[in-house]
């Protein structure tokens, strides 16, 4: 091992867990939402995103 590769390890395996973390209390929230509104709040979500970064379709 190289030289500050545990700290690499280290860094990496905390933002995995953060990630974790958010994803369910994401779910949580989520969870009594019908389908059909958590679709239009992705659709609106994913939209805006590709207006915001000029992103066309390809």
């Not at 280290?10 to 990630?19: F, G, N």
């Not at 805006?48 to 066309?56: F, V």
């Amino acid at each position: 091992m190289k030289k500050g590769d545990l700290s690499k390890v280290i860094e990496d395996t905390a933002k995995w867990r953060v990630l974790d973390q958010t994803l369910a209390e994401v779910r949580g929230k989520l969870a009594d939402m019908p389908p059909e509104e958590l679709e239009t709040l992705i659709e609106e979500a994913v939209a805006s995103t590709i207006a915001a970064t000029h992103i066309g379709p390809h």
